[in-house]
């Protein structure tokens, strides 16, 4: 873990009041988005995983 994310996450830890996870899915069908507020350590299995992407091109 980088020390950004780290101290992201001791902040959140923190101010856990002001974090919340937000996750927005089937955009196409029928649009949903899905909070968790708090502390995420509490409700989920936490796994450090870094994703990256970029767009092999540009569209517009």
Known sequence: MNWQRARSWTSAAEAEEAFHLYRVFQFR??????????????????????????FRRVVG
Do not use: N, R, T
Not at 40 to 53: K, R, S, T
């Open 29 to 54: 069908d029928e649009p949903k988005l899905y909070i968790l507020k708090g502390s995420l350590a509490d409700q989920v299995h936490l796994e450090p995983i870094d994703y990256g992407a970029s």
